[in-house]
């Protein structure tokens, strides 16, 4: 039997073993073969949090924006797709002009609008495009998928559908669960990273073939061990 990567559609063999993963042997990912397909307008997707994870997520996005800081000079917007319950939003209004968040879920969507946030509960689209070309020429966007593209039958074209038309400069953030990393290394498939939600855990060479793929220049690539929230 063929197993088709979600990321790079190499087709990789099961062998009548393997129930639960195969490792795509181009790409590094490993592939989940129990995954279930969400509608995230309806189903799946994040938790509206208490008031402990709602700190936990702060502190890491705090992690996550002073990482970005240290390797480049932050640009005047930022673009959150799969804004969640909104924590990066919420942090990012320290270091941006401006900020605007995409998220499915309507729930989250509306936690985050209460919270005095620009956010759209829908896909990013022409009218989107519109705004961006409208900011200055020297405008600069940097534009976040946090643990967004794992929850993606194609990853690449996901990203690309985003960002082609884009005509300011950009960057791009990716982070996503990796294999390799604390969580998965320590608890295997109990692991949090392991559900029916994510098509694959990721290996730093499929970050390297995502970049190849869409002509993107690396300027790094690094584990960040975040708490489990």
Not at 74 to 85: K, N, V
Not at 96 to 117: A, Q, R, T
């Amino acid at each position: 039997m063929l197993n088709e990567c979600t990321i790079c559609q190499f087709k990789t063999n099961i062998k009548s073993s393997e129930k639960i993963s195969v490792k795509c042997s181009n790409c590094k990912a490993l592939l989940n073969l129990n995954t279930k397909q969400y509608n995230y307008f309806n189903e799946g997707g994040q938790d509206i949090p208490n008031i402990h994870k709602k700190k936990e997520r702060i502190k890491n996005s705090e992690q996550r924006f002073k990482i970005i800081k240290y390797k480049i000079k932050l640009p005047d917007i930022f673009l959150d797709i799969g804004s969640g319950s909104g924590e990066m939003l919420e942090v990012s209004k320290k270091y941006f002009k401006n900020h605007i968040g995409y998220e499915h879920d309507p729930k989250l969507c509306s936690v985050s609008k209460s919270n005095g946030l620009n956010v759209m509960n829908r896909n990013f689209d022409r009218k989107d495009l519109e705004f961006l070309d409208n900011l200055k020429k020297n405008s600069e966007v940097l534009i976040s998928f946090c643990h967004i593209i794992e929850h993606s039958t194609n990853p690449v074209e996901l990203i690309n559908n985003i960002i082609k038309n884009i005509k300011i400069n950009k960057i791009i953030y990716i982070e996503v669960p990796l294999y390799t990393g604390f969580d998965f290394k320590n608890n295997k498939y109990k692991s949090k990273l392991w559900y029916d939600q994510h098509y694959a855990l990721y290996h730093i060479d499929t970050l390297h073939y995502i970049a190849t793929k869409l002509n993107f220049d690396v300027i790094s690539l690094k584990l960040i061990p975040l708490r489990m929230l």
